[in-house]
T-cell receptor, first 108, second 115 residues
């Protein structure tokens, strides 16, 4: 079984808009990570947030973590067509466990 | 740094045949992971190595699956007597696990189709 669950399953937005996706998980974690996967390719690490952090930024990405609610969100600002991909949260105890992902489509 | 490479990229086989996949991790990385991913799902953990030691195998991994990492370098994943349910993308990832905050670097995967 997978640790994290992303919501929504799919998201379609216009270029320039913001995209927000959420992740809920079940057990205690050391950190939570977000990865991107383009169609038919491997996953690429985007950002890591530790369990004692509440918010982190990297370029156009903003991640929040609420350990009391066991949830995280990923915000992509000013989306581009190249952001079209599947996004996965992954929780780390001693190994990474992935959710089913959110598929984001950015329309030009 | 050439990244994680996997070979082959695609494999089509008939049910009952054996297949073997290879993964070459980033050279200085001490951990190597195998995941399996089916369409519309996230990667599912199969097994991982620290150097040459296989530290954990998922309960998803039947006796038909075996993985090795001789000398702590490249790794192979073999599936014996393949079944149609084995059709999936097999992903390899490596990492440098030292003081936590372990990030995985993935290969492009091997897409297996069992006919």
């Amino acid at each position: 079984s997978q640790q994290g669950e992303e919501d929504p399953q799919a998201l379609s937005i216009q270029e320039g808009e913001n995209a927000t996706m959420n992740c809920s998980y079940k057990t205690s974690i050391n950190n939570l990570q977000w990865y991107r996967q383009n169609s038919g390719r491997g996953l690429v690490h985007l950002i890591l947030i530790r369990s004692n952090e509440r918010e982190k930024h990297s370029g156009r990405l903003r991640v929040t973590l609420d350990t009391s609610k066991k949830s995280s969100s990923l915000l992509i600002t000013a989306s581009r067509a190249a952001d079209t991909a599947s996004y996965f949260c992954a929780t780390a105890d001693y190994k990474l466990s992935f959710g089913a992902g959110t598929t984001v489509t950015v329309r030009a | 740094d050439t990244g994680v490479s996997q070979d082959p990229r695609h494999k089509i086989t008939k049910r009952g045949q054996n297949v073997t996949f290879r993964c070459d991790p980033i050279s200085e990385h001490n951990r190597l992971y195998w995941y399996r991913q089916t369409l519309g799902q996230g990667p599912e953990f199969l097994t991982y190595f620290q150097n040459e030691a296989q530290l954990e195998k998922s309960r998803l991994l039947s006796d038909r699956f075996s993985a090795e990492r001789p000398k702590g370098s490249f790794s192979t994943l073999e599936i014996q007597r393949t079944e149609q349910g084995d059709s999936a993308m097999y992903l390899c990832a490596s990492s440098l696990a030292d003081r936590g905050d372990e990030k995985l670097f993935f290969g492009s995967g091997t897409q297996l189709s069992v006919l």
